[in-house]
């Protein structure tokens, strides 16, 4: 056997050749000595039987070529484990947002990595181990175990007790440091302008902007809103404060909603919501103000004019109005919103009187006919339909003039309301404390408005 053929492995020792060195017509073998001789070659797994076989039956078929007469089993190595995150860190950002029918968003652009408290950021997937093969020699070929990966902890992240989940300390924004460390940062920081580049923003803590505010543009926030530039026509709401270094430029667009206060340099054509305090160092020109406890314009400058000012107890300015008369309304007395659900209520209660007087009508012609034992089962459902209706709405009105009565009591409470002039309130002021007003005529110096005895009173400001 050993004149007639060689036996050979692959470098991998995972699979076994035979090949014939002469090709002798005389000669012969079986497959079990095929096979010994393979064993005394180090061959000793997988050999492959049926070629053997058909090796033995008609060996002058293998004459001339390389024939696999074994085959072991290749290791497997197991996969590494990877860190998954609950958003995608890779995704590149400013990519406009896809709207239905196949419209782009071009202001909606930035998707920041929001999570609130005790929110999962990223978890363990663990890696698996690998599976050992064998050589055609029977030697097992060892596999190789998959790396485990492991948390690279940064601010504001905690683990659970069994180290496989990691999760947000505080409200805020997802990100990868050097070395790929994992943070929860509070704030975000727009390193220039709210533009398309950077879109809408919407994010669950405090937003700084180190440029500007263009029209059209949104930043919603659930912490405070800082802008060290100027903003314009765009839509700034905030639970929190917002406070912009240059001024507001809106051209009666947009909107600066604040559940605490606003602070900024000066307010032109714009729309100012504060929960608490309105401060402005320079002006406020024709727009539209509202604060639940004081808008304050007491700068070098201090100038009020044109628009609409209301705050829920004081208003004060260095100068209101100008020598051109131009309309201006101060407001004190009661907070802004309540003057809001004022109006509504009212227009409210007009539309249920309207309503209920036609179910009544309706009502009275039913009665006519079931007194007339003319009513048929369609119109008595009508008239059970019609019954329930004037109840409800019965019970509206009256919950309506409820809540009416109760934000006209406010209206009276007007002591400590006041409108404080430091230097010069002009001619074409209308001042208005809770119920009472009182259009400023002439210009006067150094005045404080407040209410007295049924009327808007005016005193020297101290």
Same mark, same amino acid.
């Given at each position: 056997?050993?004149?007639?053929?060689?036996?050979?492995?692959?470098?991998?020792?995972?699979?076994?050749?035979?090949?014939?060195?002469?090709?002798?017509?005389?000669?012969?073998?079986?497959?079990?000595?095929?096979?010994?001789?393979?064993?005394?070659?180090?061959?000793?797994?997988?050999?492959?039987?049926?070629?053997?076989?058909?090796?033995?039956?008609?060996?002058?078929?293998?004459?001339?070529?390389?024939?696999?007469?074994?085959?072991?089993?290749?290791?497997?190595?197991?996969?590494?484990?990877?860190?998954?995150?609950?958003?995608?860190?890779?995704?590149?950002?400013?990519?406009?947002?896809?709207?239905?029918?196949?419209?782009?968003?071009?202001?909606?652009?930035?998707?920041?990595?929001?999570?609130?408290?005790?929110?999962?950021?990223?978890?363990?997937?663990?890696?698996?181990?690998?599976?050992?093969?064998?050589?055609?020699?029977?030697?097992?070929?060892?596999?190789?175990? !998959?790396?485990?990966?492991?948390?690279?902890? !940064?601010?504001?992240?905690?683990?659970?007790?069994?180290?496989?989940?990691?999760?947000?300390?505080?409200?805020?924004?997802?990100?990868?440091?050097?070395?790929?460390?994992?943070?929860?940062?509070?704030?975000?920081?727009?390193?220039?302008?709210?533009?398309?580049?950077?879109?809408?923003?919407?994010?669950?803590?405090?937003?700084?902007?180190?440029?500007?505010?263009?029209?059209?543009?949104?930043?919603?926030?659930?912490?405070?809103?800082?802008?060290?530039? !100027?903003?314009?026509?765009?839509?700034?709401?905030?639970?929190?404060?917002?406070?912009?270094?240059?001024?507001?430029?809106?051209?009666?667009?947009?909107?600066?909603?604040? !559940?605490?206060?606003?602070?900024?340099?000066?307010?032109?054509?714009?729309?100012?919501?504060?929960?608490?305090?309105?401060?402005?160092?320079?002006?406020?020109?024709?727009?539209?103000?509202?604060?639940?406890?004081?808008?304050?314009?007491?700068?070098?400058?201090?100038?009020?004019?044109?628009?609409?000012?209301?705050?829920?107890?004081?208003?004060?300015?260095?100068? $209101?109005?100008?020598?051109?008369?131009?309309?201006?309304?101060?407001?004190?007395?009661?907070?802004?919103?309540?003057?809001?659900?004022?109006?509504?209520?009212?227009?409210?209660?007009?539309?249920?009187?309207?309503?209920?007087?036609?179910?009544?009508?309706?009502?009275?012609?039913?009665?006519?006919?079931?007194?007339?034992?003319?009513?048929?089962?369609?119109?008595?459902?009508?008239?059970?339909?019609?019954?329930?209706?004037?109840?409800?709405?019965?019970?509206? $009105?009256?919950?309506?003039?409820?809540?009416?009565?109760?934000?006209?009591?406010?209206?009276?409470?007007?002591?400590?309301?006041?409108?404080?002039?430091?230097?010069?309130?002009?001619?074409?002021?209308?001042?208005?404390?809770?119920?009472?007003?009182?259009?400023?005529?002439?210009?006067?110096?150094? $005045?404080?408005?407040?209410?007295?005895?049924?009327?808007?009173?005016?005193?020297?400001?101290?």
């Amino acid at each position: 056997m050993q004149k007639y053929v060689v036996v050979q492995q692959s470098p991998d020792k995972l699979t076994a050749f035979v090949q014939f060195n002469v090709a002798d017509e005389t000669f012969s073998c079986t497959a079990s000595q095929l096979e010994e001789y393979l064993m005394s070659h180090g061959v000793k797994h997988g050999v492959l039987r049926n070629v053997l076989d058909d090796i033995a039956a008609v060996p002058s078929r293998y004459y001339y070529k390389q024939t696999v007469v074994a085959e072991g089993e290749a290791a497997s190595n197991g996969k590494d484990g990877y860190i998954r995150f609950s958003y995608d860190m890779d995704e590149e950002g400013y990519r406009p947002v896809e709207l239905e029918g196949g419209k782009v968003d071009f202001k909606e652009v930035t998707q920041l990595k929001n999570v609130k408290r005790g929110q999962l950021v990223a978890e363990k997937v663990g890696a698996t181990p690998g599976k050992d093969g064998v050589a055609v020699t029977g030697e097992p070929i060892a596999g190789r175990n !998959g790396k485990e990966a492991y948390f690279k902890l !940064g601010k504001n992240v905690v683990l659970n007790p069994e180290q496989t989940a990691l999760y947000a300390a505080i409200d805020g924004l997802v990100s990868l440091t050097d070395k790929s460390k994992i943070n929860v940062f509070p704030v975000y920081e727009v390193n220039g302008d709210v533009d398309y580049k950077i879109g809408n923003i919407d994010f669950v803590g405090t937003v700084v902007v180190r440029g500007n505010v263009l029209a059209g543009f949104k930043i919603k926030a659930s912490g405070d809103i800082r802008v060290v530039g !100027g903003v314009e026509g765009a839509v700034l709401e905030t639970d929190g404060s917002v406070e912009i270094t240059g001024g507001v430029l809106a051209s009666g667009k947009g909107l600066i909603k604040a !559940g605490k206060n606003v602070k900024c340099s000066f307010i032109q054509e714009g729309n100012v919501i504060a929960a608490e305090d309105v401060l402005v160092s320079q002006s406020i020109m024709h727009s539209q103000v509202r604060a639940g406890r004081s808008v304050q314009c007491t700068g070098a400058k201090g100038l009020v004019v044109g628009g609409s000012i209301q705050a829920g107890e004081r208003v004060v300015a260095r100068t $209101i109005g100008n020598t051109m008369s131009t309309a201006t309304v101060i407001e004190v007395g009661v907070r802004p919103e309540l003057r809001s659900e004022l109006l509504e209520r009212r227009t409210q209660l007009r539309a249920l009187n309207e309503s209920l007087d036609k179910t009544e009508k309706a009502l009275a012609l039913l009665d006519q006919l079931a007194a007339a034992g003319t009513l048929s089962n369609d119109k008595l459902a009508m008239r059970i339909k019609l019954t329930s209706t004037k109840r409800a709405a019965l019970e509206e $009105i009256a919950d309506n003039k409820d809540r009416l009565l109760e934000i006209e009591r406010s209206l009276e409470d007007t002591d400590s309301a006041k409108v404080d002039v430091v230097n010069v309130i002009y001619g074409g002021t209308k001042i208005v404390i809770g119920r009472n007003t009182r259009f400023v005529k002439d210009a006067a110096q150094r $005045i404080s408005f407040r209410y007295s005895e049924g009327d808007v009173t005016m005193a020297p400001y101290r």
